[in-house]
């Protein structure tokens, strides 16, 4: 199975709704590896013994793990953590989550400034670059669990937009101005 990305019609419904654009606009993972989107398909039944995670781990040193269920059951203050994971930010550092049961959203912006949903669902891996601009929601299952990766000591500082003077922004449009080869628009 691979990871579903779509274009997203904005609007004011439900941010747990999918809000395909009509037509719909499906993104490849190409499109997502330019935005420096990375992506892995694992197994989550055996997370605890995958040779393959363990390989990423190594390869890109994630060596703090831990693990977050996000439901209204298990989350203090549950609507509000929800908007702020829905407000607009960027990290200093990646952010890498591994969905092991649930779904959720991950929207991403692309060159153009256009909304970008990522659908992660159990054994999705993905890695946001430092410096992009991004969100996240649960869709209407209202469940997720993630396993959180980082290197060294978690740091999960958002910056909430405007950004563009952050020096991982700054690093960021320069990355993706080299691999496409042309400026892109900063926003």
């Not at 649960?138 to 952050?166: A, C, S």
Request: hydrophobic share 35%; with cysteine.
């Amino acid at each position: 199975m691979v990871i579903e990305a779509w274009f997203m019609e904005e609007n004011d419904e439900d941010q747990r709704l999918p809000h395909h654009r009509n037509p719909k606009e499906f993104v490849s993972l190409d499109h997502l590896a330019e935005l420096g989107v990375l992506y892995w398909h694992l197994d989550p039944s055996d997370y605890e013994n995958d040779k393959e995670l363990q390989k990423i781990r190594e390869a890109r040193g994630y060596s703090y793990m831990d693990m977050l269920d996000l439901c209204p059951e298990k989350v203090e203050n549950y609507e509000q953590k929800l908007r702020n994971f829905y407000t607009e930010h960027i990290h200093a550092d990646e952010e890498i989550r591994y969905c092991l049961e649930g779904s959720g959203y991950f929207d991403v912006r692309d060159k153009d400034d256009r909304w970008i949903r990522i659908w992660i669902r159990p054994g999705d891996l993905i890695v946001l670059p430092a410096g992009i601009y991004h969100r996240f929601t649960l869709d209407t299952d209202n469940y997720i669990k993630l396993m959180r990766l980082f290197v060294g000591e978690p740091v999960w500082t958002p910056f909430n937009r405007p950004q563009e003077n952050h020096p991982a922004r700054k690093e960021y449009i320069k990355s993706v101005t080299e691999k496409i080869g042309f400026p892109v628009e900063a926003h």
